[in-house]
């Protein structure tokens, strides 16, 4: 977390205590419960931002690196092939690529 800050360009100047919770959905659910702060993708939260349920500490252009979307090859079919093109479509809209 104390990584995250500097990142965001925010200082903590004493020791976070408290349970840390390493699995995303629970560390998310426990924002949801006013039981902390959660760090997580604006793409996952954007609904509970815009219904007022969580609120957007600081503005940042942190970024997870990508996305992967994985197919045996004997499974890459059209059905497959039209997945991958609507999920690349709706990050581009969502991300303003």
């Known amino acids: ?18 349970p840390r919770l390493w699995d995303a959905n629970l560390g998310f659910d426990a924002a949801l ?9 604006s793409l996952l939260v954007a609904k509970e931002i815009r219904d007022g349920r969580l609120v957007e500490l600081f503005q940042t252009n942190i970024r997870v690196g990508g996305y992967f979307l994985q197919f045996p090859n004997s499974k890459m079919d059209a ?3 039209r ?3 609507w999920i690349e479509r709706k990050m581009a809209e969502y991300e303003g690529v």
């Open 1 to 18: 977390m104390d990584q995250m800050a500097q990142l965001a360009g925010v200082t903590i100047h004493r020791k976070l205590d408290g």
């Open 33 to 41: 419960a006013g039981q902390g702060i959660a760090l997580t993708s």
């Open 79 to 81: 059905r497959a092939l």
């Open 83 to 85: 997945l991958r093109s």
